[in-house]
């Protein structure tokens, strides 16, 4: 595991409890280099957000100043990086295993690690998440068991 991996996963436990408080739900927390340098970036939504009902500028500057002064009292992060909060936006991640429930029947796009089926890129409906973490897709009328474990990136298609 990379060591920016270990910083999100370090992140994340430190800003989902301070998130739930403002009722937010912590969506992916982020740590990479970039062109102007590192950055945390941390995605949030509103908690059972309803259509129009989603995250606002003042929801992110407040959740922002808050986890900025816990990521400073842990020293989370050695290095200098930029703090970024924001909407997961139209194209939502699909991260945990409760997302694959949540937005069963919404369109998704999600990438492989390897191919599956013969091929690495899906875009169907997600019918949901099986106990045994296998995601269930309906790809043209085809069913597709992709393993979760398996997937390397999976996002909501924004309806149009």
């Known amino acids: 595991m990379s060591s920016s991996t270990v910083i ?4 994340e436990r430190l800003i989902e409890p301070a998130a739930a408080q403002m009722g937010l ?3 992916q927390v982020l740590f990479r280099r970039e062109q102007d340098g590192w950055v945390l970036r941390v995605l949030v939504d ?15 500057a407040l959740l922002s100043r808050e986890i900025s ?14 703090l ?6 139209l194209d939502r991640p699909l991260c945990r295993p409760a997302d694959f ?17 013969g091929r690495r890129n899906f875009r169907g409906q997600l019918i949901g998440l099986e106990e045994d973490g296998t ?3 309906d790809v043209d009328g ?14 909501l298609v924004p309806e149009i």
């Open 101 to 117: 429930t949540r937005f069963a029947g919404k369109q998704v796009k999600l990438r492989t690690c390897g191919p599956i089926d």
């Open 46 to 60: 509103r908690i059972d957000s309803q259509p129009g009902a989603g995250v606002t500028i003042q929801d992110c």
């Open 135 to 137: 995601v269930v897709l």
């Open 142 to 155: 085809v069913r597709h068991r992709l393993p979760r474990s398996d997937i390397e990136k999976a996002n």
């Open 69 to 82: 002064d816990l990521l400073d009292v842990e020293d989370l992060v050695a290095q200098k990086y930029r």
């Open 25 to 27: 739900e912590l969506v």
């Open 84 to 89: 970024e909060v924001s909407s997961p936006g």
């Open 8 to 11: 999100a996963e370090r992140a």
